[in-house]
């Protein structure tokens, strides 16, 4: 799974990440009509966020916890169900606000490239929200910058950084990126459908309400997908609702590194057409 999934979704995205130096949302100008992917992503890394801020506060109380003698044995202070959320544990809360502080003191520095801390809420983030979302942005990646962005001028741009490499290079990725990853993905995805069973944590069954809030919390990650779709077919130029999605699904005009020194020949910026007017007319100026 490593080798077939794994590394090409990582060189893919890494890829594409480095050669475009824009963000989730901004680096879909390649492919417009999936801009929504970039928003999902945004919506899943901060709900994600939140749960392992939870894990670091669990790990800073167990560090400070390690130089008491004896060790305590307890800390998470469970309550019988999601349902009873139980009171403060402070000495939680305060590691958690710590975490908290740790990541707004690396945010304000730059890094360039609810006290109620529950077991349960994180479990249920974590079943929600960290597999099937992951799933289908991977496989919108794949079919995106392989199927309509195009598999050849994606290697082509990789190779703007990294130099021209010969055919036999290129096709052990190029099978992954357009055939067996994107299969293996949706087998995976069809599969943990089909034998959803709702989450437990050990004995302990989730409420009917919680199960609904994980659902809510798929859909409000995924539903931005379609509707941005929608948006830049509506916004798109065309007669026809074939020619909307054609448009869409064009990079943008801008499309590109976006450092300037990076664009190289095949993303030089060009002067529009009014611009390139007003040239020719002051090269006639200038000559009569």
Known sequence: MLSLVGIPMFFLESSFGQFASLG???????????????VTMVLLITIANISYACIIGYSLYYLFASFQSPLPKAVLHRTSSLDETGEIVWHLALCLLLAWLMVGAAFLKGIKSSGKAGIYWLHLMDYFCTGWILITVALLELIGLSWIYGINRFIKDIEMMIGERNWLFWLWWRTCWILISPCILTAILVWSLTTFAPPTYGPVEYPVWSIALGWCMIIFCIM?????????????????LWQKISAACT????WGPHLEQHRGERYRKKPDSTEALNQVQRLVTAEI
Do not use: F
Request: hydrophobic share 55%.
């Open 224 to 240: 931005w997908v379609p509707i941005m779709a929608v948006v830049r077919v509506v916004q798109a130029e065309g007669a026809t």
């Open 24 to 38: 989730p949302v901004a680096v879909w100008k390649s492919v417009p009509m999936l801009q929504g992917v970039g």
């Open 251 to 254: 990079s943008a005009p801008e």
